[in-house]
């Protein structure tokens, strides 16, 4: 989502009205600048991007249910507390769309840690059951660069560059009020 929120080509509505059935993207013009679709809101859409490009590869990241339920809590608080800012057109428009796919959506009922725990299992399962093995990799982030590497068929990098950890609950709100300071650069700029 970061990407949508800095690149001014994305329209973040696109995909809130997908996710709302007002519309059918074109998902080729969607993607025409990009080789790769990773995270929200593009995993809200998984079924339709795996049909529509049968030789893409899916790599589907598993971790444990209860910290993934804990770092939703995250995502959820930075929505809420984002309505308080006044934000670049951009970004507003993401935060929207955050809000109708996961908050309202994917999460709709975050309440009940245990059914949004079993929805959680029955997606990485039904993910798994639906993608052909051949290009699906399932993928925890803990095992590092090699599996990730070997499957897409690229080198693994130097030893000296670490796997990156970017989503880390604790820093979610500090990353987006640095997106934000970075999108009102970037529009100044142009």
């Not at 970017?166 to 979610?172: C, G, I, L, T, V």
Request: charged share 30%.
């Amino acid at each position: 989502m970061q990407r949508m929120m800095l690149d001014l080509d994305q329209d973040p509505n696109l995909f809130t009205e997908a996710y709302q059935g007002q519309c059918i993207p074109d998902w080729d013009k969607v993607f025409e600048k990009h080789d790769a679709a990773v995270g929200w809101p593009s995993a809200a859409f998984w079924e339709q991007l795996v049909e529509k490009y049968p030789d893409a590869k899916v790599i589907l990241t598993v971790r444990d249910a209860e910290s993934w339920y804990d770092s939703m809590e995250g995502v959820l608080n930075v929505t809420r507390a984002s309505a308080d800012f006044d934000l670049p057109k951009q970004m507003a428009d993401t935060m929207a769309m955050i809000r109708a796919i996961i908050k309202n959506g994917v999460l709709k009922n975050f309440d009940d840690r245990k059914a949004m725990i079993e929805d959680f299992h029955a997606r990485n399962e039904l993910i798994k059951r639906t993608v052909s093995p051949d290009r699906l990799l399932v993928f925890k982030a803990q095992d590092g660069w090699e599996p990730l590497c070997k499957f897409l068929g690229v080198d693994v990098p130097p030893l000296n560059v670490s796997y990156p950890h970017a989503n880390k609950r604790e820093d979610m709100l500090e990353r987006t009020l640095y997106l934000k300071e970075k999108l009102e650069k970037q529009m100044v700029d142009n």
